[in-house]
């Protein structure tokens, strides 16, 4: 089994950044691909950004620009720096991997909130 626990979430004001973590532990081998999701009340869950194992990047139009996706291979652990924060971006943020030849994430994390004040 994959665990994967995010934290960094918080209360950040408008313009302010946070980076958020996600630590991935258990049968870690095998993983892909890992992104991080999003869902705020009343709206569709939101692929915010993904990363291969190759290094490729996708980014929501939402968020481009302003957020970053990384990954410390060494440390198990993926990172999305959010800078230039506005109110909109205030969700659940979920983070997510998945294995093989898989085309949707398989294990996902509990969720950090992140909270953006105007």
């Known amino acids: 089994q994959v665990r994967l626990v995010e934290s960094g979430g918080g209360l950040v004001q408008a313009g302010g950044s946070l980076r958020l973590s996600c630590a991935a532990s258990g049968s870690i081998f095998g993983i892909n691909a890992m992104g991080w999701y999003r869902q705020a009340p009343g709206k569709e869950r939101e692929l915010v950004a993904r990363i291969s194992n190759g290094g490729s990047t996708y980014y929501a139009d939402s968020v481009k620009g302003r957020f970053t996706i990384s990954r410390d291979n060494a440390k198990n652990t993926l990172y999305l720096q959010m800078n230039s924060l506005k109110p909109e971006d205030t969700a659940m943020y979920y983070c997510?991997?998945?294995?093989?030849?898989?085309?949707?994430?398989?294990?996902w994390g509990q969720g950090t909130q992140v909270t953006v004040s105007s």
């Open positions: 997510a991997a998945k294995k093989g030849a898989s085309i949707r994430f398989d294990y």
